[in-house]
T-cell receptor
Framework: ETGVTQTPRHLVMGMTNKKSLKCEQH?????MYWYKQSAKKPLELMFV???????ENNSVPSRFSPECPNSSHLFLHLHTLQPEDSALYLC?????????????FGPGTRLTVL | DQQVKQNSPSLSVQEGRISILNCDYT??????FLWYKKYPAEGPTFLIS?????DKNEDGRFTVFLNKSAKHLSLHIVPSQPGDSAVYFC?????????FGGGTRLMVKP
């Protein structure tokens, strides 16, 4: 399997649930990213990991908790979310920390918070 | 305050004609610009890029133009094909991260 994969593709959860989004890249990249795309808004960068170390946290609420166990896997743990957190969550990877480089995106997880 | 803006939310073009998608930015520190294409239910895919030291980059039917003085870039698609119908995002980089515009939905009519 090649590219960037994300699971699940769709997720519906209540505000008291705990769930996790998973991202895996098979491109040998060393940087991984979480983005949020809400309706009619630009993609918003949430977190950046470079060589498994978090290098950016773009003022994301603590109810979103990222985890990067290795350069190929990235998780986003979700707990006590709000309905306004419903969005498309995209994972991306690149050779470096995005310094002018192309990022490769996964298909996204469509999250609905009830 | 959006640093990268795509002021046209949608664009409709006839097949075979030229599509021109525009993007404006405010941060003069941006030094690399990219265009991504997104189909429904898929993640964005890289299309073409340009460094700030250039003013034009061409790849097949796709050409990106950069006007640094105006802080403006554009994507030209010619000839446009129905398969080009998608949402196009421009993105700008200042060394570390990409900042995306809001996207323009292109519809190419047969």
């Amino acid at each position: 399997e090649t590219g960037v994969t994300q699971t699940p593709r769709h997720l519906v959860m209540g505000m008291t649930n705990k769930k996790s989004l998973k991202c895996e890249q098979h491109l040998g990249h060393n940087a991984m990213y979480w983005y949020k795309q809400s309706a009619k808004k630009p993609l918003e960068l949430m977190f950046v990991y470079n060589f498994k170390e978090q290098t950016e946290n773009n003022s994301v609420p603590s109810r979103f908790s990222p985890e990067c166990p290795n350069s190929s896997h990235l998780f986003l743990h979700l707990h006590t979310l709000q309905p306004e957190d419903s969005a498309l969550y995209l994972c991306a990877s690149s050779h470096d920390r995005g310094g002018g480089g192309e990022q490769f995106f996964g298909p996204g997880t469509r999250l609905t918070v009830l | 305050d959006q640093q990268v803006k795509q002021n046209s939310p949608s664009l409709s073009v006839q097949e075979g004609r030229i599509s021109i998608l525009n993007c404006d930015y405010t941060n003069s520190m941006f030094d690399y610009f990219l265009w991504y294409k997104k189909y429904p239910a898929e993640g964005p895919t890289f299309l073409i890029s340009i460094s700030s030291i250039k003013d034009k980059n061409e790849d097949g039917r796709f050409t990106v133009f950069l006007n640094k003085s105006a802080k403006h870039l554009s994507l030209h698609i010619v000839p446009s094909q129905p398969g080009d119908s998608a949402v196009y995002f421009c993105a700008a980089s200042a060394g570390n991260m990409l900042t995306f515009g809001g996207g323009t939905r292109l519809m190419v009519k047969p």
